[in-house]
Nanobody, 120 residues
Framework: QVQLAEAGGGLVQPGGSLRLSCAAS????????MGWYRQAPGTQRELVAE???????YYADSVKGRFTISRDNAKNTVYLQMNGLSPEDTAVYYC??????????????WGQGTQVTVSS
């Protein structure tokens, strides 16, 4: 059973940056796709970005050009660099892993989430 631990959330002003990290343990990290989702109060959890085992990436339209997902297989860690943050980015951010991204929602392993609040 893979376990995930997110870190790096917090309060930031509009236009600011944050870097989230997600450390994995208990599995073979390099064989799994990794993703970041977010959920704001009263909304459904939505995909923010994902990265395959080969390093291919996908971004939601709302974060393209502002967020960057990356992975370090040697450290079993995936990152989400978030720049140009706006209040609309306020949410709990979750890390998820599965053999492929199509399995994220049905059978992925999820972290506990980290709160990101963008406010002046």
């Amino acid at each position: 059973q893979v376990q995930l631990a997110e870190a790096g959330g917090g309060l930031v002003q509009p236009g600011g940056s944050l870097r989230l990290s997600c450390a994995a343990s208990g599995g073979i990290f390099s064989l799994n796709a990794m993703g970041w989702y977010r959920q704001a109060p009263g909304t459904q959890r939505e995909l923010v970005a994902e990265i395959t085992t080969g390093g291919s990436t996908y971004y939601a339209d709302s974060v393209k050009g502002r967020f960057t997902i990356s992975r370090d297989n040697a450290k079993n860690t995936v990152y989400l660099q978030m720049n140009g943050l706006s209040p609309e980015d306020t949410a709990v951010y979750y890390c998820v892993t599965a053999r492929t991204s199509r399995l994220f929602m049905s059978s992925g392993n999820w972290g506990q989430g980290t709160q990101v609040t963008v406010s002046s």
